[in-house]
């Protein structure tokens, strides 16, 4: 049986990150340990509609002890397939947004407001959102990450509880209602891969964020 690495490699993905994460997961202190209890938990969940469609629970990936949080919308087909959140092309433009900021994946912990995949990649409802907050509420706890950046306008405005447009939401800091913890909101680089102009903008919404953490010392690395 294949593995998710033979999977990854087999799309010429660079799996070097996935099993250096792995590895700090395997060997986190005990107090991140709930980390793992949850993913055992969503592992037999059936809460919402989507565990009937699921191939793998995508859960989330990264370092437990993580000062950066990513949070995306929902799994696509590659991710269902292996198990891992953002491999395929989106991944590896999120793994360039990460390297101009001066980290890589071993550096972040990346996950999404549903743990299944949505059929045909539409986007998740507000109650499949809602039914899965829970599990990502507890993930937000166990990490307790300095900033939290979110990932698209569905990411955004379910998590934050509101209705504007992406170009209201760039360029500010949030804060997570229930961990106050500061949040920032980042284009999808799945929309950044059908909108290549927007890039210029992408840099524009780095540099922002690089100047937040700098002014206050949020230490991502
Ligand atoms: S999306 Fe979340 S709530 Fe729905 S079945 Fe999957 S883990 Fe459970």
Redesign the pocket.
């Known amino acids: 049986m294949k593995s998710r690495f033979d999977y990854l490699e087999e799309m010429s993905i660079d799996t070097e990150w996935l099993r250096r994460a792995q590895k700090v997961v395997q060997t986190s202190s005990p107090g991140k340990n709930t980390l793992s209890n949850i993913q055992n938990e969503?592992s037999e969940?059936?809460?919402?509609i989507?565990?009937s469609t699921?191939d793998n629970?995508v859960f989330g990936s990264g370092n437990p002890n993580s000062k950066l949080m990513i949070i995306g919308e929902a799994p696509g087909k590659d991710e269902d397939l292996i198990g891992e959140p953002f491999v395929g092309r989106a991944g590896k433009l999120l793994d360039e947004i990460l390297f101009s900021m001066g980290i890589t994946r071993d550096n972040v912990y990346i996950t999404n407001t549903?743990?299944?995949r949505p059929p045909e990649n539409r986007n998740p409802s507000h109650e499949?959102i809602e039914?899965?907050s829970d599990?990502l509420n507890q993930q937000i706890k166990s990490i307790n990450p300095t900033v939290i950046i979110l990932l698209g306008k569905i990411a955004a405005n379910r998590i934050l509880g509101t209705e504007e447009t992406m170009s209201d939401l760039r360029q500010k800091v949030f804060t997570h209602k229930l961990t106050k913890i500061p949040t920032i909101v980042f284009y999808h680089p799945a929309y950044l891969l059908r909108s290549p102009s927007q890039k210029k903008n992408m840099w524009d919404d780095i540099k922002f964020t690089l100047e937040f953490i700098k002014k206050n010392d949020c230490k991502i690395n």
Do not use: D, Q
């Not at 969940?45 to 919402?48: E, Q, R, T, V, Y």
């Open positions: 969503a969940c059936n809460k919402c989507l565990a699921r629970i549903v743990k299944c499949e039914s899965c599990y």
